[in-house]
C-alpha cells in the first residue's frame, strides 16, 4: 500500500483569511477610537474658547461700568460684542450674527434693575453668552449683577 500524501494548502489559506479579518477588526477599531478621541478634543477646545470670551465679554462690562454709572446704565436689552471690542446694539433686541472668529456668537443681554435696600437703577444684571454650532448649537452662559458701587 502506498502512502497517502496530505496537503495542508487549504489550511494554511483559511489561517491567512481569518488573520487578515483579525488585523482589520483590529485596524478600523483604532481608527474609530482616534477620531472619536480627535472629535471630543475639538469640543473641548472649542469649548475652552467659548469659555475665555464669554469671560472677556464680562470683562468688558465691567471696564464700561467702572467708568461711570450714568453711561452704564444706557446700555440696556441685547448688545452684540465683536471679538475686538465693538459694541452694537441688537437690531430685534433678541439676535446677533457670528462676530468672533466667523464661528462664535457673542452678545450681553443688559438688564436694568432694583435692590429692595438701595434707591432705583442701582443693580444691572448682565447675561454674557457665546454661542457656537458643532455641529449642534452650543452655548456658555455667564451671568453677574453689577452695582453702582462708587
Sequence with gaps: ?????????????????????????????????????????????????????????????????????????????????TKDGTWSKSLDNATCNPNVDTIYTRSVRFSLGTSATVPPYDVMTVVATVAWADPVERQVVLETTLTQWQ
Excluded at 482616534?34 to 469640543?43: D, I, K, P, W, Y
Design 1 to 81: 500500500m502506498k502512502p497517502v500524501h496530505r496537503t495542508n494548502s487549504g489550511q494554511s489559506l483559511v489561517e491567512m483569511v481569518v488573520a487578515i479579518g483579525v488585523v482589520t477588526m483590529l485596524v478600523t477599531g483604532i481608527i474609530v477610537a482616534t477620531t472619536m478621541s480627535l472629535r471630543v478634543a475639538g469640543r473641548g477646545q472649542a469649548k475652552s474658547r467659548a469659555v475665555k470670551y464669554t469671560q472677556e465679554a464680562l470683562e468688558l462690562v465691567r471696564a464700561i461700568r467702572n467708568r461711570g454709572w450714568d453711561n452704564f446704565i444706557t446700555y440696556d436689552g441685547l448688545w452684540c460684542l
